[in-house]
């Protein structure tokens, strides 16, 4: 039983590590877009003379979005220690177990 809980473990921490791997990439994509003059900005329609700025809402909407990334980042990154010091502890009661 306990190796199937340490292999479960293992399995949970190596799909933490691809969550992280994963929002790496799309940092990394994301800043290269941004490098190669790729941006989500129009300039809208002019109304009443007026040039409308759709980034004036883009920009809020893409902080709040970082903002969430970045807690879910920490977050994973956090149940990621957890995880790896049951895994620990298990390996460490296994150890003592069969000596």
């Known amino acids: 039983m ?3 809980f340490k292999a479960f473990m293992e399995n949970e921490l190596n799909y933490l590590g691809s969550i992280k791997t994963d929002i790496d990439e799309r940092m ?3 800043m290269e877009y941004e490098e190669d003059g790729y941006t989500n900005c129009d300039q809208g329609d002019a109304v009443g003379g007026h040039q409308v700025h ?3 809402d883009l920009i809020p909407s893409l ?7 970045e807690l879910k980042l920490k977050n ?3 149940n990621n220690h957890i995880l790896q010091m049951q895994l620990d502890r298990m390996r460490n009661e296994l150890d003592s177990q069969q000596n």
Do not use: A
Not at 63 to 69: Q, R, S, T
């Open 63 to 69: 902080k709040m979005h970082i903002h969430m990334v």
């Open 2 to 4: 306990l190796e199937d």
């Open 28 to 30: 990394m994509r994301s």
């Open 76 to 78: 994973s990154e956090y």
């Open 54 to 56: 759709s980034e004036n």
